[in-house]
């Protein structure tokens, strides 16, 4: 099984954010991370899986712009019901973060991914990923991913997992990109469990 539209609106329609395994009650661990970025309160951020996370929110409540996207229609319904459509703010958008993104999706200063490139499996669906964050990532932009590490679980959400190292993401991002600040993070997840993370921050060269 491989990540699909119809896998993710099924878990949001039949779910309730806390029975979410990812589900945190603030996201004081990526904006933490985030303080290491000047000027990243007044930044265009793109959430390449917004889901329902409450993130939105903090960036929202701050004056953030930002690009939501997720795979899961559902997911952004209910996002949309609980912070209002915001178009001043909010660019909504529902794709697979693999495949290409539209050309009208303006130039962002920061790219978020918490738990989502770790979903992608296929070869051709992790370039393609990281060909989107190349093309709207602005030139002295950064991105802030959070996945499972190596020693984290192999699944989530019934799904297989691509776990990640530093190196693998410095690799990826290309000579272009430059590793700010990493870490190793464990996030207890709803149930109590454990789940090794690692937090790696990069800026792309001006």
Same mark, same amino acid.
């Given at each position: ?10 878990? &949001? ?6 029975? +979410? ?9 990526? +904006? ?46 209910? @996002?949309?019901?609980?912070?209002? *459509?915001?178009? *001043? ?29 770790? &979903? @992608? ?23 802030? &991913? ?14 297989? @997992? ?24 464990? &996030? ?12 790696? +921050? ?5």
């Amino acid at each position: 099984m491989k990540s699909s539209p119809e896998h993710w609106n099924d878990i &949001f329609k039949t779910k309730g954010d806390p029975e +979410l395994g990812w589900y945190e009650q603030d996201a004081s661990q990526t +904006l933490a991370m985030l303080q290491n970025i000047p000027d990243w309160k007044i930044s265009k951020v793109f959430l390449p899986g917004a889901g329902t996370s409450v993130l939105v929110d903090q960036l929202l409540h701050q004056g953030n712009r930002m690009v939501l996207n997720d795979i899961s229609s559902e997911a952004l319904e209910k @996002l949309k019901a609980r912070i209002g *459509d915001h178009p *001043d703010k909010v660019t909504w958008l529902c794709q697979d973060i693999s495949t290409p993104l539209m050309p009208i999706i303006p130039p962002v200063d920061l790219w978020v991914d918490r738990a989502v490139l770790h &979903f @992608l499996l296929e070869e051709s669906g992790i370039v393609g990923y990281f060909n989107n964050l190349k093309a709207v990532l602005r030139s002295g932009g950064h991105v802030l &991913f959070a996945e499972f590490s190596l020693s984290g679980a192999p699944k989530c959400a019934g799904l297989p @997992l691509h776990r990640y190292s530093v190196d693998e993401l410095t690799t990826r991002l290309g000579s272009g990109f430059i590793l700010k600040r990493q870490m190793d993070y464990t &996030f207890i997840n709803p149930a109590g469990d454990p789940r090794p993370y690692i937090y790696a +921050l990069f800026q792309r060269k001006a």
